[in-house]
């Protein structure tokens, strides 16, 4: 099998969502603003899409500053170790550009990370043991929505109890993510890193 990242969306394809657009109702316009990151571009198209649900788009900020906050049992590079490995898995190449540009340089990735972490059949030995680790969790729950005794060991050795609540947590909240980016087909970020 060639070691290669999941297909592109094929440009062509219409969104099923349309992300809304200016001018926005209040309070949608104040939600967008409470969604969106001060280093963002733009308003996300995802959570323009979002939006169109504004009581689910506003319950799901909690959770989201969580995973991705100051306060998270995790750091910046596992999280988006995490992030990054559950969006090629699901093949969600719209939250992957978004965080491999927003993340990939303060999180210390390479590009051999960038080739490994994108691609299902990645050489895993390329990578850091620990990055291996949270590689191995999401592909085994990504693949049997559980996690074996062995890994489950191994993961135990760097990571505390409320850390590995917060990974499944993580992996499964990005799974969600990628299901609405890949089914809504939220249209690709300009800006934003492809496969």
Known sequence: MANTAPKSLDPNRAPRILPLEPPYPEPVGALLTRMTPPQA???LALFKV???NPALAERTLDLGRYLLGRKAAIGLR??????MRVCARCGAEY????HW???AD?????????RVMAAADGDLALLAPRDALLVSVVDQLHDTSDVDDALWQALGDHWSHAQLVELMMLAGWYHAVSYVCNAARVPLEKWAARW
Do not use: H, L, Q
């Open 101 to 103: 540009t927003g993340f």
């Open 95 to 98: 939250e992957w550009g978004v």
């Open 106 to 114: 303060a999180a210390g990735f390479s590009e051999t990370d960038r």
């Open 78 to 83: 596992e999280r988006e170790i995490v992030i």
């Open 41 to 43: 571009p733009e308003i």
């Open 50 to 52: 979002m939006a169109v």
